[in-house]
């Protein structure tokens, strides 16, 4: 099992360029997560998607947009990209709300 | 909304030491605490959770103990080893419907050979 699978895991990008980050789980998990990362600000929770075909705003959803295409992929667009939203964005899944969040191995993305 | 500080940045301690990191939670419904591990360049890994209904739990050289009315919770790790340094988050489930995890900012542990 690869788990969650995260694509791609760099990116350079131009402000005001769009872009989608891709998620896979192959865990039949419910729930899915999409964090970024930024040095001393810790794991931000941006949206997530409870189960298939609901989403929901988190900490930090400005700028962002997301899909939950069918139960396993779950994917984030950056619609007009600005250099705030250079970060470390990490896909997570878990079977249920509150339960064990599975990490994919992270994208970095870039915004000049 | 849920709010948790992670108030030491940097711990280092020598190896077969024993490490502390302690958290400050604000939203007294919050009932699950976990603490994941990150090591170098990878995604965080659950190490060991507890929920609000009990004080204390541990898994090995791993323990983690909940004050409620203090609102903190603590990870304990024993006989540290190199392969114990990364960085630490914990985490507060926030109540109410939305049930949404709110991590603190982590602490990397160095533990020197």
């Known amino acids: 099992n690869a788990g969650v699978t995260q694509t791609p895991k760099f990116q350079v990008l131009k402000t005001g360029q769009s872009m989608t980050l891709q998620c896979a789980q192959d865990m039949n998990h419910n729930s899915m997560y999409w964090y970024r990362q930024d040095p001393g600000m810790g794991l931000r929770l941006i949206y997530y998607?409870?189960?298939?075909?609901?989403?929901d705003k988190g900490e930090v959803p400005n700028g962002y947009n997301v899909s939950r295409l069918n139960k396993r992929e779950f994917s984030l667009r950056l619609e007009s990209a600005a250099p705030s939203q250079t970060s470390v964005y990490f896909c997570?899944?878990?079977?249920?709300?509150?339960?064990?969040?599975?990490f994919g191995e992270g994208s970095r993305l870039t915004v000049l | 909304g849920e709010n948790v500080e992670q108030h030491l940045s940097t711990l280092s301690v020598q190896e077969g030491d024993s490490a502390v990191i302690k958290c400050t939670y604000s939203?007294?419904?919050?009932?699950?605490f976990p603490w994941y591990k990150q090591e170098l360049g990878k995604g965080p890994q659950l190490i060991i959770d507890?929920?609000?209904?009990?004080g204390e739990k541990k898994d090995q050289r791993i323990a983690v103990t909940l004050n409620k009315t203090a609102k903190h919770f603590s990870l304990h790790i024993t006989e540290t080893q190199p392969e114990d340094s990364a960085v630490y988050f914990c985490?507060?489930?926030?109540?109410?419907?939305?049930?949404?995890?709110?991590f603190g900012t982590g602490t990397l542990l160095a533990v020197q050979p």
């Open positions: 939203d007294s419904a919050s009932n699950y």
């Open positions: 998607s409870a189960s298939e075909g609901t989403t």
């Open positions: 985490a507060a489930q926030g109540g109410g419907a939305t049930n949404k995890l709110i």
């Open positions: 997570a899944s878990s079977e249920v709300i509150a339960g064990e969040l599975f």
């Open positions: 507890i929920r609000s209904n009990v």
